[in-house]
């Protein structure tokens, strides 16, 4: 069994939505730089296959719109994202010996 954690930079390409009844919609790109950390445990099934549980926590940080040009009141998005990644992983191959 192992546990392992990861942290670092995280970027996103975020496409937003925003819905009024009274004035429509507006929709704008916004591209972000923000920070990640997760853990996860990860366990051998057999010699070769690996079943693994991953979070990961995505902060983007908060995108303030200010009043678009179609008449909507400005609004503020936060970019937080949890995720959480089930997973198999395979080892080719057999166990490396030194000959000397």
Request: hydrophobic residues 35%.
């Amino acid at each position: 069994m192992l546990l392992f954690f990861t942290g670092g930079w995280a970027y996103g390409d975020f496409q937003h939505t925003n819905t009024d009844p009274v004035f429509g919609v507006d929709q704008f790109s916004a591209n972000r730089s923000g920070l990640t950390a997760g853990g996860g445990i990860a366990y051998a099934l057999t010699n070769n296959l690996i079943g693994k549980v991953e979070y990961r926590y995505y902060d983007f940080g908060r995108y303030e719109r200010a009043a678009p040009l179609n008449g909507q009141l400005p609004y503020a998005v936060d970019n937080t994202y949890s995720v959480v990644t089930l997973g198999l992983d395979y080892k080719f191959g057999g166990p490396v010996v030194a000959k000397y």
